[in-house]
């Protein structure tokens, strides 16, 4: 198998620190045999308070964040959640991730939830949580792994039916694992691979609808006079919307086209997946960057009781623009990938 391309040895450091996560009524402690992490790591995975923060030469990668966020104020509690990336840096420091616009609150700059489901014969709706049918929250760190090649993170997160608001039940138990590659300083590369399992005897059913699954909300300022949008069938955002795609970039227009390349593994259901995005007019033309790889766009899909399903993607940060053949080099790669 081919490795990730950029990826430079580096000196394993001798990590030790004691964690604990907490969500909001689960506490988590590290594994005993994982609890290598320093507060000052170059090249490493710190953690903090309220999230677990993935560096590279010094600097942040991302934040994985475990605790559930703050709201503004006089919110509605059941919009606030766990388990989700923001911010996403590019390597010069670059924010391109947002959480919680007011025009979506449920938003959560790069996450994972399904939209229409049924779950004992009742829809469920994890994504929008304002439906209060449905979320998605951290619960423990699995494992953290440190190697010469990447550092990563495997968390549990559990996908709950809600009854009410004091009686849930787990419908889909999802292990993510994030994995940070050791590059070189002019792109950050992470993959983000989710694996899903329904204990129910009847399983989940994700009905076919337009979005859901795997997605990424854009920097507040980015729209189509400040970004373009290409994808790797020559789309762009006029027209992407509902087309398959096997890898999606949003670039920067000034200065040196700072941006984000996202890419669906082939081993993915229903590859190459079909897109949601958010036309030029889409949102009123504001803040309206939005990709969803999206498996149940034109088909449904049942989990069954206790089978494991996959879905692995690829993120790649960058503040100068690669050229087609450099991402179509990089979209072999990961497709070779395990």
Not at 127 to 142: A, E
Not at 183 to 201: H, V
Not at 264 to 290: D, K
Request: hydrophobic share 35%; proline share 6%; aromatic share 12%.
């Amino acid at each position: 198998m081919h490795k990730p391309y950029f990826i430079i040895p580096l000196l394993i450091m001798s990590l030790a620190i004691l964690g604990q996560c907490r969500s909001r009524n689960e506490t988590s402690q590290l594994p005993k045999a994982k609890q290598n992490l320093i507060s000052d790591s170059i090249n490493g995975i710190v953690a903090a308070d309220s999230a677990y923060i993935f560096k590279s030469h010094g600097k942040t990668v991302l934040k994985y964040n475990f605790v559930p966020a703050s709201l503004p104020e006089n919110t509605d509690p059941a919009f606030s959640r766990s388990g989700y990336i923001h911010p996403l840096f590019t390597p010069s420091g670059k924010n391109l991730t947002r959480i919680q616009p007011p025009d979506h609150l449920h938003h959560y700059g790069l996450w994972n939830a399904w939209t229409k489901t049924i779950f004992q014969n009742k829809p469920v709706d994890f994504w929008n949580l304002g439906q209060k049918t449905g979320r998605v929250d951290f619960i423990k760190v699995i494992d953290i792994e440190e190697d010469t090649a990447y550092s990563s993170i495997t968390v549990l997160h559990h996908h709950y039916a809600l009854e009410n608001e004091l009686n849930k039940i787990v419908a889909l138990v999802e292990t993510l694992e994030i994995k940070n590659y050791k590059t070189n300083d002019q792109y950050f590369i992470i993959d983000y691979t989710s694996t899903f399992n329904c204990p129910d005897e009847g399983g989940l059913l994700l009905e076919e609808y337009r979005y859901g699954g795997f997605v990424f909300r854009g920097a507040e300022n980015w729209n189509p006079n400040t970004v373009d949008l290409i994808t790797s069938e020559g789309k762009d955002q006029s027209n992407s919307d509902g087309e398959r795609a096997r890898w999606c970039m949003v670039s920067e227009k000034q200065s040196n086209q700072a941006g984000i390349l996202l890419m669906s593994h082939p081993q993915n259901h229903n590859h190459p997946e079909p897109l949601r995005t958010w036309n030029n007019e889409g949102n009123n033309g504001i803040s309206n960057i939005f990709i969803n790889f999206c498996p149940i766009r034109n088909q449904s899909w049942k989990m069954e009781k206790d089978q494991s399903y996959t879905l692995k993607y690829r993120i790649i940060t960058f503040d100068t623009k690669p050229n087609s053949p450099t991402i179509e080099e990089w979209w072999r790669n990961f497709a070779q990938s395990e």
